[in-house]
């Protein structure tokens, strides 16, 4: 009997209309999903946490970093094999990086929710978490990391993105495409995430800022960012890493005065690369931006909160962001 644990954070999954005005709101329970589910997982002990009932939306770094920690204590349990944490799917692939980036060992760790709230009549919520628990209880899911698993697919958490608002397909993971699928009472597996390490914070820095940039855009905001004691800039730069001149300066002040920038890109797929002079990318990496590789600025900003969190992990950053970012 394979015991998995379900962590409930609250999302659309366990969302449906309510109160006077009938906003659909995270209400439902554990207990609530459990009995929703039309497969009786047999073989399988679910055994329920309610840590929270929020949407995604409203969740920040340190409430991600409870949830990581919260994943840490079942896995650490010798009679639990697994974690499954229905979340809200807006932010979904950024608790479920962090966790990557934070868990050890090879237990499997998986992440789910849903498109469709609960009380639609083609709800998409249970079949993600009965495909969910499965997964979590198959051996092929061991040291894969924190794995999104949606709409009978499953995802490296480094990977994935959301990537439509409302259809139930959405999540992807772009050129590097599914770790494999869950058909029915089948797992298959078609690849391994080969670019993994966890670390072991006693906390995370939660002042690391995002910034995208737009045709135009000047260096306004990151300079009132860099003087507002935000601690890491990360900025999705256009094509290989690239913004106006004027923004390059100002990134080679602020990382003088010992803030780090970190240069994305704002295409969906690619690497980011220094190739471009005339106060391009080439100028940027000159004046200390440190280029993230295909990490998004979403995940490239989790990363980043965590290696601040280290000791040494101010010093380490470059280092790491060139690992994860591949
Ligand atoms: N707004 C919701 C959330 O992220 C959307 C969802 O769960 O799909 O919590």
Redesign the pocket.
Known sequence: MARIQLITT????A?RPGGAKADVV?EMTGADLKASLHDSLEGIDLAIDDFCR?????IDLPLAFSIAQRIRFHLARPDCDGVVVT??????EESAFLADLLIEGDKPVVFT???KSADAPDTDGPRNIAQSVRLAASPLARGLGALVCFEDEFHAARDVTKTHTSRTDTFRSGEHGKLGEVDGTDVILHRRPLIRRTYAPARIETEVELVKLGLGTGDKVIRYLAASGTKAIVIEGFGRGNCRPVVTEAIGEIVAGGVPVIMCSRCPEGRVKPIYGNGAGKDVERNGGVFAGDLTGVKARILTAVVLGLEDGPARLREEIAYHGG
């Open positions: 609250g999302g659309t999954i969302s995270a929020v949407g995604s939306s409203a979340h809200g799917t807006d932010t979904m929710g849903a498109q």
